[in-house]
């Protein structure tokens, strides 16, 4: 037991390690990217001053304010440093902080991508284990066309389609915005707009907000329960195999009761690791879902900045991201070692 | 001696099969995917759309060169790229417009077919690039090991930690709009999954008989890792290809919904759904055919990489 205790502790410290070093190379990718494509001071002065009109002045103060003359060492050093400091500069176009601006928004893109994440996860898990459990029949059939063309269509399709079904043509859900506009928000206290909304006790609020919030949740959980579908197809397949099933079987036990005791626990392993991978595609579906529901998160806010050059944001939106799911894959990480009691612990 | 023992021990009919029998393992493959409904559809979809886009991009490119752009249209019931007309906008779908009319009055099947060559293009090149960059890194971490693996592996998982959608658009914005800066940009993005996917099968594969033996005869390493590590590595990167080509083509097509990529007039499907959708469910055909047609080509793909992966992993049995 003692064993086990300081194998995992070795082990929590190796992937701390892991992430960290990955996080430095992050930043050191982006960077280089940058470096790259903007190889001279001047053309990134020119980004951070993010309008076509300037003069020779201003370039000069913007390369002496930022530094874009040092040794590109120093630079990386001190982007690095910026960058764990959460200092992106000026917003080009809102001129704040670009850190201010993402505080305001990340919660906003979080807290639906985590609740449609984890609808994915249910709808992918019940639609695979009843797959496999009806293996070759009808019902196999059936949910692997709909997984098949979910997975095919284009998000912006799925999203479009939805918006006019339920909210045009059936008129039972809004089609834009995040809450009804009319409202007045509650006081933001952690950011996040469902948990504020019920600190303050705001409830007609927190309805409108659960009611704007069904068509994109939907949709991003639709796009992407295929993939979860498929791998929990084959991951039960394998496990119905098992003698442990036939044995569950001989003893007795109803089908509902060894789909969901036995072949469920043992099946649910791969879709965690799984999960944390289709975080990135949850966020990267939020930028196009935020777009044509207008539901002002990040994804909005960077689709925003592309339309209008917005260089500081964007770079610091990717970096964000790839930050957050550097911190998914390591909480999945951690969650596969204590599901999984023959995962090895290196 | 311990390794000629095991070199020795290894050295079954399976190991030895496996190395070099690979033609008639490819042919028994194409033999059961013959005979699977799903993987019928699916080349049948991926025939249509390679042929097509080879026949109408060569046709395209020869007109470029003989400055007679006219010639990419030949095939075509009507010009793609006509200018604005107010009398054929926004014609619903009948005998001389099979798909209906846009806005601007361009036939929409001619756009579509314009557009293909590009998409197959944008597939091909990425997916080829990623699995040339993909395997010489995979392959290299996965067999020397060490320092190499941990820092090959580790520059991996910061390119896999950024979605790829949402590096593509930081890219192609500091390259600046366009075809090329989003086919530079997914190029860049698209090869750590098949580092990680090489890395796994040259690890599988490393210790095996023939890999063994072949180095202990003083084959050549450059042999080695390309004969007997890639070859044998390539037949579920080859599954996981044939899903990613239709994985290239949304991305694609998604960002020409954002407005990265292909600039008007020339069409694209991802911007012809995106422009269509202002007009829906009014002119439902002016966004419902492009999307269908990235829908089907992308089903086409998946069906045939979901076979193949049945076939190779030996799930073929239902």
């Known amino acids: 037991m003692k064993r086990m205790q300081s194998n995992f502790i070795f082990f929590l410290i190796r992937r701390i390690i892991n992430a960290l070093v990955t996080l430095v190379l992050l930043v050191l990718l982006v960077f280089v990217l940058i470096h790259v494509i903007l190889p001279t001071p001047q053309a990134m002065a020119k980004v951070y001053i993010g309008s076509q009109h300037y003069t020779t002045a201003e370039l000069n103060s913007v390369i002496e304010r930022y530094g874009l003359n040092e040794p590109l060492y120093v630079q990386f050093f001190k982007y690095v440093i910026d960058v764990f400091t959460g200092n992106f500069g000026l917003d080009s176009l809102y001129k704040v902080p670009e850190m201010q601006l993402l505080d305001k928004f990340i919660p906003i893109t979080l807290e639906f991508v985590l609740i449609a994440i984890a609808l994915q996860v249910v709808i992918g898990v019940f639609a695979g284990g009843f797959a496999a459990m009806y293996r070759g029949q009808v019902p196999d059939w059936i949910i692997k066309v709909l997984y098949l063309v979910a997975w095919a269509a284009p998000v912006f399709l799925l999203a479009t389609l939805m918006q006019f079904a339920f909210a045009y043509d059936l008129k039972v859900l809004p089609a834009l915005n995040m809450a009804n506009p009319v409202l007045v928000p509650p006081k933001p206290i952690t950011g996040y707009p469902l948990i504020d909304a019920a600190i303050e006790g705001d409830w007609t609020y927190f309805d409108s907000l659960l009611t704007h919030m069904v068509l994109p949740v939907l949709a991003i959980a639709i796009a992407g329960f295929g993939l979860t579908t498929r791998i929990m197809r084959s991951s039960a397949v394998e496990v119905f195999d098992k003698d442990y099933v036939k044995l569950a079987y001989m003893k007795g036990l109803s089908n509902g009761k060894v789909l969901f005791g036995t072949v469920f626990r043992n099946a649910l392993i791969p879709i965690v690791t799984l999960t944390a991978i289709q975080f990135g595609f949850a966020v990267s579906g939020a930028v196009v879902i935020e777009d044509v529901f207008l539901y002002k998160g990040m994804g909005f806010f960077l689709y925003q900045s592309v339309t209008s050059m917005d260089y500081v944001a964007i770079i610091a939106t990717t970096i964000i991201v790839g930050i957050s799911v550097i911190i998914a894959n390591f909480a999945a990480d951690l969650l596969y070692a204590v599901v999984d009691p023959r995962g090895k612990l290196e | ?318």
């Not at chain 2, 559809?41 to 886009?53: E, L």
């Not at chain 2, 926004?90 to 009319?101: D, E, F, R, V």
């Open chain 2, 1 to 318: 001696m311990d390794i000629i023992k095991k070199a020795l021990g290894f050295r079954g009919d399976v190991d030895a099969q496996a190395s070099t029998n690979r033609s008639s393992q490819n042919l028994s493959t194409f033999y059961y995917l013959r005979h699977k409904k799903e993987a019928i559809v699916g080349m049948t979809i991926i025939t249509v759309f390679v042929v097509w886009s080879v026949i109408e991009g060569s046709l395209q490119l020869i007109g470029d060169y003989l400055r007679k752009p006219s010639l990419g249209w030949v095939l075509l019931p009507h010009d793609p790229i006509a200018s604005p007309n107010i009398a054929t906008s926004l014609l619903p779908p009948s005998l001389s417009y099979p798909l209906g009319t846009n806005f601007e009055g361009q036939d929409i099947l001619s756009r579509l077919m314009y557009a293909a060559p590009k998409d197959a293009m944008a597939a091909f090149l990425v997916v080829v690039s990623a699995v040339i960059v993909g395997g010489l890194l995979g392959i290299a971490a996965g067999y020397y090991g060490g320092w190499i693996d941990e820092i090959l592996m580790r520059l991996t998982d910061a390119f896999l930690a950024i979605p790829g959608l949402i590096l593509a658009i930081a890219l192609s914005i500091l390259i600046g709009p366009g075809f090329n800066s989003v086919l530079i940009s997914l190029t860049i993005i698209w090869w750590p999954v098949y580092a990680r996917l090489f890395r796994g099968q040259t690890l599988t594969l490393k210790y095996r008989g023939f890999v063994e033996i072949s180095r202990l005869f003083g084959v050549s390493e450059f042999k080695v890792l390309f004969k007997h590590i890639f070859m044998n590595a390539v037949d579920p990167i080859i599954a996981y290809m044939a899903l990613d080509f239709g994985t290239v083509i949304l991305t694609y097509s998604t960002l020409a919904f954002l407005g990265i990529g292909v600039q008007p007039p020339y069409p694209e499907w991802g911007s012809m759904a995106s422009n269509g959708l202002s007009f829906f469910p009014r002119a439902w055909w002016y966004t419902f055919f492009p999307s269908l047609t990235i829908l089907l080509v992308v089903i086409g793909f998946i069906l045939f990489g979901d076979s193949f992966q049945d076939v190779i992993s030996g799930r073929v049995v239902d």
